[in-house]
């Protein structure tokens, strides 16, 4: 390591150590009862999952077969529905390839616009190599999907339709089993991507039918690199490339920590989505007390009880996070593209103007937030608006 490289090595192991996170819509952090589980299947059980002709391939296999029902369970679906990935990203472009290849034409997609950036552009990639064609759906000011505009969409024919489970930006909440009853009288499929509301919302195969529902271990307290896809029609063999006798060698602790991840969630979910609803409140009524004027964006009635997303007027959010850094760790929600901040595509699908989608801020709570960190990052956070707004007005008025 150089001398730079240690230089900032250090600075960022100190500013994590003293910063509040409250960034958990990008990453969640291992909850020590899943790293217990991982560091089990890779120390003791470390056997090839594949190699069952002796007892530590067996064991780890047993690690994988536990896991797979483990998932499945919380879901309400069949283990053998349960297709390991290294995450969501992974999971989407498996499911919308193995679509194209199930309809063997141009695959008809439906999408809402504040779907994630994975779902969007894997969609959009399709429709540029003559794939697939992309019928947008809209939303409302609140991120809320838009059923005329979606029964329009899906009057056209549609293969496939793709909505998020909740926003992973402004936290709105999708009324699935509505959505799912719209797509199934339609003829189309839906892909559900579940990244953001896996064990936050109910969540269960017997309510609401998909042919793709996706998920990842690392928003869930499980280390990154692991994730899922459940389907019933998903088929490895009709992917070019995954004709393989080859069984790929499971990545068992990851395995093994996501099966504990979604049970946790299972068992703990509601109780934990009450307290956080709660504290995220508190910071809510905090925040509005202390630097007004602020807009909280989403749905109010049905968000992601973590999920606390506002505008702040005339405080340019990179201006509020570069005051925060070290101190607090919260987020823009823009899109980085190629180095370049871009006004996030799903404020503006809701209808806020650029300017003002970027004096939005991002706040995720989670598993291990507490309350004085919250009483203590409402002040730190309302803190730098004001120092922004003061110095901005401050320019203005010279
Ligand atoms: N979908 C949503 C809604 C997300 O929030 C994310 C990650 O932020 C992804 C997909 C991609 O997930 P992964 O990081 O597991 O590839």
Redesign the pocket.
Known sequence: MNEVTKKISSRVATDRKSAIYLDH??TTPVDPRILAIAVNAMTSEFGNANGIENVHGETAAALVARARQQVADSLAVEPDEVHFTS????A?QLALAHAVARKGGVLRVAMSRVE?R??IDTVCHAERLGLAKVFWVNVDQHARLDFASLNAALDQGIDILCV?AA??EVGTVYPLEKIAESAQAAGAGLLV?A??AIGRIELSAATVSWDYL?L?G??IYAP?GI?ALISQCFEPSLLFGLQCSHQPTPNVAGIAALGMACQIMMEEGTVESARLSALRDRMQEKLIALAAPITVNGDEGNRLAQNLHVTVPGAPNDMVLARLRGRVSISTGSACNAGAQEPSHVLLAMGLAPDVAETCLRIGLGRFTSDEEIDRASIEIADAINDVRKILSGVKNA
Request: hydrophobic share 25%; proline share 0%; no cysteine.
């Open positions: 819509h990008a995450g969501s990203t992974e989407i994630h994975a779902v998020m926003n992973n991507d990244t953001q996706i990842s690392h928003k990154k994730g």
